[in-house]
Structures are given as structure tokens and as C-alpha cells.
T-cell receptor, first 114, second 109 residues
Framework: NAGVMQNPRHLVRRRGQEARLRCSPM?????VYWYRQLPEEGLKFMVY????????ESGMPKERFSAEFPKEGPSILRIQQVVRGDSAAYFC????????????FGPGTRLTVT | SQQGEEDPQALSIQEGENATMNCSYK?????LQWYRQNSGRGLVHLIL?????REKHSGRLRVTLDTSKKSSSLLITASRAADTASYFC?????????FGKGNQVVVIP
């Protein structure tokens, strides 16, 4: 049973470009969570999604950030017009329905904005 | 929202010694979890302790929970060089995990 998959593992973007981060949950998990980790910090919640539905996006910046979890395919975290402050590690986690305490984390995508 | 906070922030010990780190939180919880993160890697779940539990063991790990003080501790016994990592506590609420800033532990061989 493969764990949570994230790709790419490393992503370099120039200021103003778009970044797309992908997350495939564990088999049987229909809930996905995105977290951001700034250097020397803990993880901060960004968004919680179910298939085709955003449940809670209260941790997402109001502009440039969006997330989706389509019926088919991985969850996507999209950052438009990236700025240097977006440089961070972005982690995805998945859980079975109704079990937010049982979140399994992917290896993360490290975004560097130059 | 709930938020774990670890204390101390950095710890350097000799291999074979015990490492203890603490975490405090602000609101009522259902459970508290500890995670390990090796440099540049993802999070590995270590242990979950429920609010009605006071102590839990897993291998060389011992976790305590004091809900009256809203605090938890993680003890790693007989540390090894491979235990060098950052350790985070996390509380769950509103369908999300709230993490502290983490403890960096360096085990010197």
C-alpha cells in the first residue's frame, strides 16, 4: 500500500511564474490536507479538501493560492505569480473519512523561488 | 485554535543519554501526537496519546500527557545518532493538526 505521494519533490520557480504541486493520497483515503513549513518553523495548516469539495481553506492566503481535489487524479495546490516569500516546504497529508487525527504525510515539495 | 509549543527548542546530547522535550497547548484536546522530521524530509508519526491517557510507551519512546496543565512530554531513552531530527507535537481540532515550532535534537556519537 503506497503512502502519500507528492511531486515534484523539488521545484524551482522564478518570481512571477506559477507553481503546481501534486498530491496523491493513500489508497482508500478521500481526505487531503495541505500544510506549509517555512524554514525553522512548524507546519501551518492551509486547506482541507475532500473529493470535489473544499471543506476548509481558512489557512490559505487570500490571493494567488488555490487548491483542488478532483474526482479523478491528484490534489493540486496552485500558486500563481510566485514571490520569494512563497519559498517553503509544502506537505500534503491524507486521512480516512472522519479521522483527521490519522493523517499520513507525504515527503513534501520544496519550492524555491528565485 | 489549538497550537502546540515545544520547549526547549534545541537539544544536544551524547549517544546513550536520554532526551526529553516538552509541549504545551492552549485548548481542550481529543489527542496529542508527536512527529519526527529528519532534515529535509517529511514527517514520521511517532505516537498518539489520547486525552484520557496519562502515559504511553512505544519502544524507546515514552510520552506523558497532563491535561490539567495542558502539557505533554516526549522522552527518548538510550538515544542513538539516528535519533537526530526535529520533533514536533501536534494537536487535532477542527479537522486540522496544529503544530508547534519543534525541538531540534542532535545526538552526538
Amino acid at each position: 500500500n503506497a503512502g502519500v505521494m507528492q511531486n515534484p519533490r523539488h521545484l524551482v520557480r522564478r518570481r512571477g511564474q506559477e507553481a503546481r504541486l501534486r498530491c496523491s493520497p493513500m489508497k482508500g483515503h478521500s481526505h487531503v490536507y495541505w500544510y506549509r513549513q517555512l524554514p525553522e518553523e512548524g507546519l501551518k495548516f492551509m486547506v482541507y479538501l475532500q473529493k470535489e469539495n473544499i471543506i476548509d481553506e481558512s489557512g490559505m492566503p487570500k490571493e494567488r493560492f488555490s487548491a483542488e481535489f478532483p474526482k479523478e487524479g491528484p490534489s493540486i495546490l496552485r500558486i500563481q505569480q510566485v514571490v520569494r516569500g512563497d519559498s517553503a516546504a509544502y506537505f500534503c497529508a491524507s486521512s480516512p473519512p472522519g479521522l483527521a487525527s490519522e493523517q499520513y504525510f507525504g515527503p513534501g515539495t520544496r519550492l524555491t523561488v528565485t | 485554535s489549538q497550537q502546540g509549543e515545544e520547549d526547549p527548542q534545541a537539544l544536544s546530547i551524547q549517544e546513550g543519554e536520554n532526551a526529553t522535550m516538552n509541549c504545551s497547548y492552549k485548548t481542550s484536546i481529543n489527542n496529542l501526537q508527536w512527529y519526527r522530521q529528519n532534515s529535509g524530509r517529511g514527517l514520521v508519526h511517532l505516537i498518539l496519546i489520547r486525552s484520557n491517557e496519562r502515559e504511553k510507551h512505544s519502544g524507546r519512546l515514552r510520552v506523558t500527557l497532563d491535561t490539567s496543565k495542558k502539557s505533554s512530554s516526549l522522552l527518548i531513552t538510550a538515544s542513538r545518532a539516528a535519533d537526530t531530527a526535529s520533533y514536533f507535537c501536534a494537536t487535532e481540532g477542527n479537522n486540522r493538526l496544529a503544530f508547534g515550532k519543534g525541538n531540534q535534537v542532535v545526538v552526538i556519537p
